[in-house]
């Protein structure tokens, strides 16, 4: 029992050191990295691409596509959802579990009417879609420098006198 | 030193890889329902162009034959002729298409099947080479400006025997191909029927 919950303890902080790597590396970087790390942007972009995909075969054959009994409109409809689907992703990211199921499902399905874009948009907006339902934001405890710490030091000259060494000896 | 929290957002591997297998193992199962059955429902072929269907017999049932102008993968609007059938059963179907690689050479698919059955076929034919027979065969003339409905040519029956037809676009509502075979070859160049 003991050892059980030592693995997970170990396990637990691993993670969380992973976490405050990545909470460094995000403090670091620039706007768009910040972005970035509030939404499933891997799993948006992707999703976004495999819709193209998927387009990319009705678009193909537009001049049939409302012909009575043709599927082709179908696959208009897959890879327009799939696109909206990416799009929502960026802006609405507390629904992305939600999104990448319906991604899966309609990358699956387009395989109907707009041949997965070739398969290969089918495969991409699986990946995607999986990127989408394993996003989620965490929370990191991070140590803070103290407010000390913070104080911006001042230039040379205004320095305390009693910091320099050579005047005390 | 101060303790806190903030959000940062992650990848979850175990959940990643469970919604990963899923989804391709509903496409795998989407895959092997029609590779089994060879069968596909809704299988439209058309706008890239013109390619070839080739068959040693075709049985068909509720034959309609009307003349029409429209657009192909090279003109805007070329004569061409749809036929449409309920059923068709075809022995030795093989459909071929010449595709210019990016590289300028030329490669040939082709889909071949002993044995076809299709259920709601139209296809749209710029050229047909074929021994052709009819069983209650009517021809029925109309004052029309609409040139779909100026001439049709109907027959309960038809067969066609030892066929070459020149498509650009073809339907199937279902359409099960036994024993398909997918095949690619180089070519020095596409085929053409002037």
């Known amino acids: 029992m003991g050892n059980k919950e030592s693995r997970a303890a170990k396990k637990l902080e691993k993670k969380q050191a992973k976490l405050q790597k990545k909470y460094e590396s995000l403090e670091g970087g620039g706007k768009f990295k910040k972005w970035r790390n509030d939404r499933p942007f891997w799993g948006a972009t992707l999703t976004l691409l495999a819709g193209l995909m998927i387009l990319y075969i009705p678009l193909q054959l537009y001049a049939i596509a409302f012909v009575p009994g043709s599927l082709v409109f179908v696959g208009f409809l897959f890879g327009g959802l799939i696109l909206i689907v990416g799009g929502c992703a960026y802006f609405y990211p507390k629904l992305s579990t939600l999104f990448g199921v319906m991604t899966i499902f309609l990358s699956v399905l387009s395989i109907m009417g707009a041949l997965g874009g070739f398969i290969i948009g089918t495969i991409i907006g699986i990946v995607g879609g999986a990127l989408c339902i394993a996003w989620q934001q965490e929370e990191v405890s991070i140590d803070t420098p103290s407010e000390n710490k913070r104080v911006k030091r001042r230039p040379k000259h205004q320095r305390p006198v009693e910091n320099n060494q050579s005047l005390q000896a | ?194």
């Open chain 2, 1 to 194: 030193m101060k303790d806190s929290s903030v959000r940062v957002g992650n990848t979850m591997k175990k959940k990643f890889f469970i919604a990963f297998l899923t989804g391709f193992l509903s496409l795998g199962g989407i895959i092997g329902v029609f590779g089994l059955s060879g069968t596909a429902f809704a299988m439209p072929l058309g706008g890239m162009g013109e390619f070839f269907v080739e068959f040693d017999e075709l049985h068909g049932e509720d034959f309609e034959f009307i003349p029409k102008t429209g657009e192909t993968g090279d003109s805007d609007s070329a004569p061409m002729v749809r036929n449409k059938m309920s059923v068709a059963n075809i022995t030795n179907l093989h459909i071929y298409k010449d595709l210019k690689l990016p590289t300028g050479n030329w490669v040939r698919v082709h889909i071949e099947a002993p044995s076809a059955s299709i259920k709601g076929l139209i296809q749209d034919a710029r050229f047909i080479d074929a021994n052709l027979s009819f069983e209650e065969m009517a021809i029925k003339e109309q004052n029309s400006d609409d040139i779909s409905k100026n001439w049709t040519q109907n027959a309960t029956k038809v067969t066609i025997e030892n066929a070459k037809i020149a498509t650009s676009y073809l339907f199937q509502s279902m359409v099960s191909l036994d024993g398909a075979e997918i095949s690619m070859e180089m070519i020095d160049g596409p085929e053409t029927i002037e």
